[in-house]
């Protein structure tokens, strides 16, 4: 194992952290939007001006995407990637990066599908009460707040790591 880690590197953990950030977060975000679409095409179908309500529930569950394309940079930023000479990390600090990753990649996955599950059934609301619809909204916020915990927890762990 300890030949494992020497040939990958720390830089390589660092990498392969902030690579899971982006894609699990981007995988979550694409099942709960999908799952929302689908819900909603039943409705728009059937009511076509509820397509913007519809539309915003969809949105929601994407931001998780968004917040490990932010952990992402961050990592990056940390490395001096942007910067011209990258850092040297050693497989522990490399490791320290990786773990510090982890908050929001499985924070951002989870958080992307359950508020996915929240927004395809909300937009029951919008079929059954459009007038309604931000109640959808709102419990699909407190889902969002989770995956908000997540990034900043990431933030933190990266930001003050010292190289």
Known sequence: MEGFFASFGGIGLAYLGAALAVALCCIGSAKGTGMTGEAATGVIAEAP??????????VLPG?????GIVAWFMVLLKLNVFGGSMVQLTVSQGLAIFCACLPIALGGLLSAIAQGRVAA??????????EESTKGIILCGIVEFYAILSLVATILLVLMYQL
């Open 121 to 130: 059934a909300s937009i029951n609301i919008v079929a059954k009460r459009p």
């Open 49 to 58: 001006e509820s397509f913007s309500k519809c539309m915003i529930l969809q």
């Open 63 to 67: 931001t998780q995407g968004l917040y």
